[in-house]
C-alpha cells in the first residue's frame, strides 16, 4: 500500500475502519479476499468492521484478519438498519473519538454510504462511487465496477488503494468447537464422511428458491446412487425443507434449525456434494472447497457464482437475456456456454429443469472420476 499511502507521509495509516453492513453470510464472504489482503498491506494496523451486531462472531472467525466491531447504527437511505435520529449523535461523538487515520466504504456504490462515512471525521476516506457523480472528489474514490462479481468489487477496491491481492478465494476457518458438534450429530444421524449430499433449500428472497419438488426429485436421484440425504436449514426455513421432504420418495435426515453456522460448514465439509439456492451456503460450499450446484432464479450469477466453476457449478438460465440492472449497457453480451454465466432482469420469470441439474452433478461427478457412495 506504500505508494497510494504517501498521502499520510511515511507513515501508514494506524486505524482503519471499513464498512460492510450486509445480512447474509455470503456478502460478508464474499469480502474476505479483501480483508486478507487489506491486512497484508497493513499488519500493523487496527482494522475494525463496521457492520451489523448480528456479524460479531464473522468477526471473531476472521480474527486474523479484523481486530474490532463498531455497530452500523443505521442511517438514512441505507436500508439494512432502521435509523434512530436521537442517538446518532451520541453513536457518532463516540466514532468520532476513534480518530480513524483511514476510513474505507465497502457497502455499495456510495450513493449514500460515502455520505455516512464522511461523518467519521477519518483523516481520509476512501470508496467506490456511483459512476457519472464527481462527488466524493480525489484520488482514494474509484467509480464503482459494473459487471463484476461481489469478490472482484471488493478486492478491487482495496487493490485500487494499494494493496496487492492475495488470491480471489475465499476463507471459512473450522474451530475444534465446530468439528465436535458436526461430529455429534453426525453420529446421532448415522452420516459418514462422503456418504452423503447436502440440499439447502432455502433463500432469503422467496424469488430466489427453486421449486421443493425440484429438489425433491434431484434428492431422489442422488438417494438412489446411494448417497444419504441431508436437508439443511434455518429455524426459520422449516416448512421450505418440510416441503421438500413431503415431495421425496425416499427418505432423508432434516438438520434444519439443529446446526450453527459453524457446525453446518463443518458438516457441509465432509459431505461429497451440496446442492443450493444462491444463497449464504453456496459461498460456505465455495470457501470450504466442497462440489456444489447452485441454482440461480431472479439473482445475478455473473454477481454471485462461485469463482470456481470447475467445483462448484451454477445452473441457471441461459436464455435469459443480460442483466440491465448491475452491468454498464456498454458491455451487454450474451452468454457464453464455457465463459461466466449471464445475469437476467431482476423479477423476470426464469425455469431451471431438474434435467438441467442433473447434468451438471453427472459431469461434476464424472470429471472427478466419482460415480456414488
Not at 24 to 51: K, N, Q, S, Y
Not at 53 to 76: A, C, M, Q, T, V
Not at 176 to 185: L, R, V
Request: aromatic share 8%; charged share 25%.
Amino acid at each position: 500500500m506504500e505508494e497510494r499511502i504517501r498521502w499520510m507521509g511515511d507513515r501508514p495509516p494506524e486505524r482503519v475502519v471499513v464498512l460492510r453492513a450486509l445480512r447474509g453470510l455470503g456478502d460478508m464472504l464474499c469480502a474476505v479476499p479483501a480483508f486478507r489482503a487489506l491486512r497484508a498491506a497493513l499488519p500493523d494496523a487496527i482494522i475494525t468492521l463496521l457492520t451489523l451486531p448480528e456479524n460479531k462472531s464473522f468477526i471473531w472467525r476472521f480474527r486474523h484478519y479484523l481486530d474490532d466491531f463498531l455497530e452500523f447504527p443505521g442511517f438514512p437511505g441505507i436500508p439494512e438498519r432502521s435509523f434512530d435520529v436521537r442517538s446518532f449523535p451520541r453513536w457518532l461523538a463516540a466514532a468520532q473519538a476513534r480518530s480513524f487515520d483511514l476510513a474505507v466504504q465497502m457497502h455499495g456504490d456510495g450513493t449514500v454510504t460515502n455520505q455516512f462515512m464522511h461523518l467519521l471525521g477519518a483523516a481520509k476516506t476512501a470508496g467506490s462511487r456511483a459512476r457519472g457523480r464527481r462527488w466524493p472528489e480525489g484520488d482514494l474514490f474509484m467509480d464503482y465496477p459494473l459487471g463484476e462479481s461481489e469478490v472482484r468489487r471488493c478486492l478491487g477496491l482495496v487493490e485500487f488503494l494499494g494493496a496487492a491481492p492475495l488470491g480471489e478465494h475465499l476463507e471459512f476457518p473450522l474451530t475444534a468447537a465446530d468439528q465436535m458438534g458436526a461430529h455429534a450429530i453426525a453420529e446421532t444421524s448415522g452420516l459418514r464422511r462422503q456418504e452423503y449430499v447436502c440440499v439447502h433449500p432455502g433463500a432469503n428472497e422467496h424469488g430466489r428458491r427453486w421449486q421443493p419438488e425440484r429438489f425433491a426429485q434431484v434428492a431422489d436421484e442422488l438417494s438412489g446412487r446411494g448417497f444419504r440425504v441431508v436437508l439443511t436449514g434455518l429455524a426459520e426455513e422449516a416448512r421450505v425443507t418440510a416441503a421438500v421432504s413431503r415431495c421425496m420418495r425416499s427418505p432423508a435426515v432434516d438438520l434444519t434449525g439443529r446446526t450453527g453456522v459453524g457446525e453446518l460448514a463443518a458438516l457441509l465439509s465432509h459431505s461429497r456434494l451440496v446442492l443450493s439456492n444462491d444463497t449464504g451456503v453456496s459461498h460456505l460450499a465455495s470457501a470450504l472447497k466442497v462440489p456444489s450446484i447452485v441454482v440461480f432464479l431472479n439473482s445475478d450469477p455473473t454477481r454471485w457464482a462461485p469463482h470456481d466453476g470447475a467445483r462448484h457449478r451454477a445452473v441457471y438460465d441461459r436464455e435469459a437475456p443480460y442483466d440491465g440492472g448491475h452491468t454498464d449497457p456498454q458491455h451487454l453480451r450474451a452468454p457464453s456456454a464455457g465463459g461466466r454465466p449471464a445475469p437476467r432482469f431482476p423479477g423476470e420469470p426464469v425455469d431451471v429443469p431438474v434435467a438441467s441439474v442433473m447434468a451438471q452433478i453427472d459431469s461434476l461427478f464424472e470429471e472427478e472420476h466419482v460415480g456414488a457412495a
